[in-house]
């Protein structure tokens, strides 16, 4: 399988972490691409028309996105327990989970890009608190949640751990920890994982 990629993405980071974590990894050939909504790039295009990593492309050469579809994908190839419970009152948790930390991580990362990429005239900075009141909302919910988060891993909690993962690298002046003790706790317990800590983001 050949993935579409590039450090820092918390969204590529999920898929990371999710084929460390099913054992999967060594099958994957890892494929590095810059790609920004005004320079996207043409190989990826070909195979994603939105242009987004990650973009997997299976040994078929079907190719698959975004990062819930590749990460359901991969739970689809191996015999461990399952990801994405089958199991009905799990698995609504589990994907509500995964949309909140995917919504965390859609607010911060169009962030980025307001304060990154588009030009100093055109920032609105109502708009970016706008996007941020989504992380912190998002971020208080779980903070209510996390007593309840069990010892399982799967991918809504998957998606936490990168979603939190984005704020140190991206927002560390933000310091979500401060008011939300018990997810400062069981993160700092996740994030010693394998599969996290050898995906931590780096900038080249
Ligand atoms: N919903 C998508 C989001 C993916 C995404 O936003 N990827 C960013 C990198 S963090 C990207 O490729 N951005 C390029 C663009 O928006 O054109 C997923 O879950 O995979």
């Given at each position: 399988?050949?993935?579409?990629?590039?450090?820092?993405?918390?969204?590529?980071?999920?898929?990371?972490?999710?084929?460390?974590?099913t054992g999967l990894s060594g099958r994957i050939e890892h494929v590095s691409l810059t790609t920004t909504p005004v320079a996207p790039d043409s190989e990826l295009i070909r195979s994603n028309p939105i242009a987004k990593m990650p973009t997997l492309i299976t040994d078929t050469g079907t190719a698959l996105y975004d990062s819930r579809v590749i990460c359901e994908y991969l739970d689809s190839l191996h015999d461990g327990a399952r990801m994405f419970p089958v199991e009905t009152t799990a698995r609504w948790t589990v994907l509500r989970r995964q949309a909140l930390g995917d919504g965390v991580?859609?607010?911060a990362v169009s962030i980025?890009?307001?304060?990154?990429?588009?030009?100093?005239?055109?920032?609105?900075?109502?708009?970016?608190?706008?996007?941020?009141?989504?992380?912190?909302?998002?971020?208080?919910?779980l903070e209510n949640e996390v007593a309840t988060f069990d010892d399982d891993v799967n991918i809504g909690i998957i998606t936490?751990?990168?979603?939190?993962?984005?704020?140190n690298f991206r927002y560390p002046e933000e310091d979500w920890r401060a008011p939300r003790p018990g997810l400062r706790d069981w993160y700092a317990k996740f994030a010693t994982r394998e599969s996290m800590a050898t995906t931590e983001p780096v900038v080249f």
């Open positions: 399988m050949k993935l579409y990629a590039t450090s820092p993405s918390p969204f590529v980071r999920k898929v990371l972490v999710m084929a460390i974590e991580l859609d607010a980025r890009y307001e304060t990154v990429l588009r030009p100093d005239e055109k920032r609105w900075s109502a708009w970016i608190e706008g996007q941020m009141g989504k992380v912190r909302r998002g971020l208080d919910t936490v751990a990168c979603a939190l993962g984005y704020l």
